[in-house]
């Protein structure tokens, strides 16, 4: 028989949900079969799937060690990552990071342990804020993705209330991401809200836009500014506020449009991107805002707050354009 004593972090999850992060080994439909024979009880009495868990409830499994085989054994992955980040603001619920072009944020097919959540859960780990050793279904998680190819500012949420909290956020639309971007060409209209439509190619991993609606396209909207204009280069450097979140949004939109982005191998000009010696796409997630319209909880605070980074690459070298 096994115990688990439900801490802070695993409070609030139905049971199914719980074991299935807290005892991987266990199959689904064991699982469900130990629930209905009484073999995993919550505080000494029967639970159900659908169950919520509290903070201090017990757990008791009474089923096969084989389960549980080697659960501590391996060396976590993320010890062999480096501690090195840029942190733009930490407290005891977030971090925001601003990820340089290059790095990964979760493992791919490449196989490399050096990613950034690893690089996070290394930094924590080695400030003592995260102890895998004492937490049963939690690790810190990213909020939100960033393509290797595309830097710009990820949250990452210490605890699981705060990644609760940050999902629905994400989810609802209820934080302004804003990107910086060059492109080929300077645009006519200095502003623009943009309207198209977007489908996924799962075979090319690329996408299609159109102007009119077409079987399984969605609504794609963009909106931009022009900031600054290199005349000399015909480059342009615009902030961009994605309305939808679609792949590859802005760089499909503005490919679209006639205004591809500098160094885009996808959707942009290779004879151009090889000319500037530019080998990734000039687009930088550069500030973040809170903008709740819903209660937030533990993390009310952050509400109106604005975030940003202090150097974007692409920004002084092409336009002399300090942020």
């Given at each position: 028989?096994?115990?688990?004593?439900?801490?802070?972090?695993?409070?609030?999850?139905?049971?199914?949900?719980?074991?299935?992060?807290?005892?991987?080994?266990?199959?689904?439909?064991?699982?469900?079969?130990?629930?209905?024979?009484?073999?995993?009880?919550?505080?000494?009495?029967?639970?159900?799937?659908?169950?919520?868990?509290?903070?201090?409830?017990?757990?008791?499994?009474?089923?096969?060690?084989?389960?549980?085989?080697?659960?501590?054994?391996?060396?976590?992955?993320?010890?062999?990552?480096?501690?090195?980040?840029?942190?733009?603001?930490?407290?005891?619920?977030?971090?925001?990071?601003?990820?340089?072009?290059?790095?990964?944020?979760?493992?791919?097919?490449?196989?490399?342990?050096?990613?950034?959540?690893?690089?996070?859960?290394?930094?924590?780990?080695?400030?003592?804020?995260?102890?895998?050793?004492?937490?049963?279904?939690?690790?810190?998680?990213?909020?939100?993705?960033?393509?290797?190819?595309?830097?710009?500012?990820?949250?990452?949420?210490?605890?699981?209330?705060?990644?609760?909290?940050?999902?629905?956020k994400v989810k609802d639309r209820e934080l302004e991401k804003l990107y910086l971007c060059v492109t080929v060409g300077i645009p006519k209209e200095k502003s623009a809200r943009l309207t198209a439509y977007?489908?996924?190619?799962?075979?090319?991993?690329?996408?299609?836009?159109?102007?009119?609606?077409?079987?399984?396209?969605?609504?794609?909207?963009?909106?931009?500014?022009?900031?600054?204009?290199?005349?000399a280069d015909d480059l342009a450097l615009l902030e961009v506020d994605l309305v939808t979140g679609r792949t590859h949004q802005i760089r499909a939109h503005l490919a679209h449009i006639g205004y591809p982005?500098?160094?885009?191998?996808?959707?942009?000009?290779?004879?151009?991107?090889?000319?500037?010696?530019?080998?990734?796409?000039?687009?930088?997630?550069?500030?973040?805002?809170?903008?709740?319209?819903?209660?937030?909880?533990?993390?009310?605070?952050?509400?109106?707050?604005?975030?940003?980074?202090?150097?974007?690459?692409?920004?002084?070298?092409?336009?002399?354009?300090?942020?």
């Open positions: 028989m096994r115990e688990f004593t439900i801490n802070q972090n695993d409070a609030g999850q139905r049971v199914d949900k719980f074991l299935t992060k807290a005892v991987p080994k266990l199959p689904k439909n064991l699982l469900y079969k130990y629930l209905r024979l009484k073999r995993i009880k919550v505080n000494g009495k029967r639970c159900e799937i659908s169950t919520r868990l509290a903070c201090g409830d017990v757990m008791q499994l009474y089923i096969n060690d084989e389960f549980f085989e080697g659960e501590v054994a391996d060396r976590p992955a993320f010890l062999s990552a480096p501690t090195s980040l840029n942190i733009i603001y930490e407290d005891e619920n977030i971090i925001l990071c601003d990820k340089k072009c290059g790095l990964v944020v979760h493992e791919d097919e490449s196989g490399s342990t050096d990613t950034l959540i690893n690089r996070i859960q290394h930094y924590l780990y080695e400030k003592g804020e995260y102890r895998p050793e004492e937490e049963l279904s939690f690790a810190p998680a990213l909020c939100n993705r960033i393509d290797r190819n595309t830097g710009g500012i990820v949250i990452c949420a210490k605890n699981a209330e705060s990644l609760r909290v940050l999902n629905q977007h489908q996924k190619d799962e075979t090319t991993k690329t996408v299609k836009v159109s102007d009119k609606k077409f079987q399984g396209s969605r609504t794609m909207i963009t909106s931009y500014r022009v900031l600054a204009e290199n005349k982005l500098l160094g885009d191998g996808k959707y942009g000009i290779n004879k151009v991107n090889r000319a500037y010696n530019v080998k990734t796409q000039a687009l930088y997630s550069y500030k973040l805002t809170f903008k709740f319209t819903t209660d937030a909880g533990i993390l009310e605070y952050l509400n109106g707050k604005s975030f940003q980074v202090k150097d974007v690459w692409f920004c002084e070298k092409f336009f002399g354009y300090k942020l």
